[in-house]
Every structure is written in C-alpha cells, then in structure tokens.
C-alpha cells in the first residue's frame, strides 16, 4: 500500500502525498483532490491504513455515481444503438498524470471521445499552441492543483495556479478556438477564470474540488445538444462540493446529430 501522509490539523483527514522536500518544508499533492499545499514537516503525519482505504471507498463511490448516471440515462447504450449522435470531443489537459489516467479511464467508460494530455500548470500556457495545432476539441478542461492562502480573494498572486490557468485560456481564445473552457481546480479563482473565457470553473467559495468534477462537467457539454444549454442540475449532486464547488455561465451543449 502506498504511504501517504495528513494535516494534522485537518478534520477531514484528505491524503497527501509528499512531492517535494526542502530543508523543513514539504510540498504536497492531495491524493484526490486537486489541492497543493507547502507546510512545514511537523505539521503532517503518517496516514493510517484506515484513512487511506476510507478515502479510497470514497472514490470509487464517486466513480460509481458517475457512471450509473449516464448508464441509467442510456447514454451509452443510446451511442451503441444510434450512430447519429456525434458527442463533443473532449481534450483534457491535467497538471497530475494520475488525475488524468483516471478521468480519461471515465470517459472512456461513458463512451465520451477525449484526449488527455499531462503538462505541468506552469508550463500549460507555453504548451497550449502546440497541443491545438494537433487537436481540435469541442470542449477542454484545463485543470491540476491550486490552493487559496487566505490573504484576500481578488489578488491572484494569493494563488498557486489560478494565473496559469488564465493564462492558457487566453491563449486558447488567441488562436480563435471556440471550444468551451471548464478550468481550475481546489481553491481556485472562479471570478477570475470565467471572467477570462471559462464557461465552468472552480471554486466559488474557495473549497477543494474533486479528481473526477471537471470531468464530469465536460461530459454533461458533450452529451447535451448545441440547441440547448448545459443543465447544471442535473449534475450538480455529482460534483462533491456541489455549486461551492462549481459554478459557470449560460452555455450551450456540444452533440449534434447528422441529417
């Protein structure tokens, strides 16, 4: 079993898993939500076995929810059965490849067609051009780790990646893609990211998000029809911190139907 530690501060227990380690600071990933902290090494400690398989349970209720959503609303038989229905492709674009292999590992259980590409979030809008020039996506998440530190909202110096994360939409919109933009991760400036171009993103209220919630959000685009507009309610219940998780603008949904 892979050894992750906890906050000790932390009531919720989230797992961590340590990425880097400089003199008495540590860097760290959350195991499954998109989260990035810097503490110092007395403030962490080992998790026990029995938080590592709650929070592992946890994720694979979630993972089940999600599929039996659109397993129960026949979207994938429907796809099976009735080739006239072109879903919306997806490019996912993920600062942590295990976040990636398990979002791309649900939409190929959905049935969705999705891209996945692993970039490191400061390097996202240095990479965007080159990964579009190869791709064109009717959908992209945009998404990794990112933290708030509680130093004042507006001000995007006070997070790790919500800068990264503008910056690689504008230079989606530079090169006149018409894609929709789910963008963020735990924390992030949800004001800021749809403000500059996302139609979905995190976090209104500043609380950590899910692995598995930008995914879910593109899929709910992809399935709906380019007549109408997202329904947000439909999938809200899905997404772990419900709309202090997620939030977004008027859109409309990507799947057409040939003639």
């Not at 076995?49 to 659109?70: D, S, V, W």
């Not at 939409?169 to 933009?181: P, R």
């Amino acid at each position: 079993m892979d050894e992750y530690v906890v906050i000790k501060k932390d009531v919720n227990s989230i797992l961590y898993k340590i990425v880097k380690e400089e003199d008495e600071q540590v860097t760290l990933y959350g195991k499954y939500y998109r989260t990035i902290k810097v503490v110092n090494k007395n403030e962490i400690r080992k998790a026990s076995n029995e938080e590592i398989e709650k929070e592992a349970k946890r994720n694979q209720l979630l993972y089940n929810q999600y599929y039996n959503y659109y397993n129960k609303n026949n979207i994938i038989q429907r796809k099976e059965r009735n080739k006239r229905s072109i879903l919306g492709t997806i490019l996912h674009i993920d600062g942590d490849q295990e976040y990636l292999d398990r979002c791309m590992e649900l939409y190929k259980e959905v049935g969705i067609h999705a891209y996945g590409v692993s970039i490191n979030e400061e390097e996202m809008p240095f990479r965007i051009h080159k990964v579009l020039s190869q791709i064109i996506p009717d959908i992209i998440v945009i998404t990794g780790h990112d933290s708030y530190n509680g130093k004042g909202k507006s001000d995007l110096n006070n997070y790790t990646n919500t800068k990264n994360f503008i910056k690689t939409i504008l230079e989606i919109k530079k090169q006149g893609c018409n894609a929709h933009i789910v963008a963020g991760a735990c924390q992030s400036n949800f004001e800021a990211l749809i403000l500059n171009g996302a139609s979905f993103a995190s976090s209104p209220k500043r609380i950590n998000v899910h692995t598995f919630d930008p995914a879910v959000i593109a899929i709910q685009i992809s399935i709906t029809s380019f007549l109408e507009k997202v329904d947000m309610n439909k999938i809200i219940k899905f997404i772990d911190g419900g709309k202090d998780a997620y939030g977004g603008v008027e859109t409309l949904g990507k799947m057409k139907m040939l003639l």
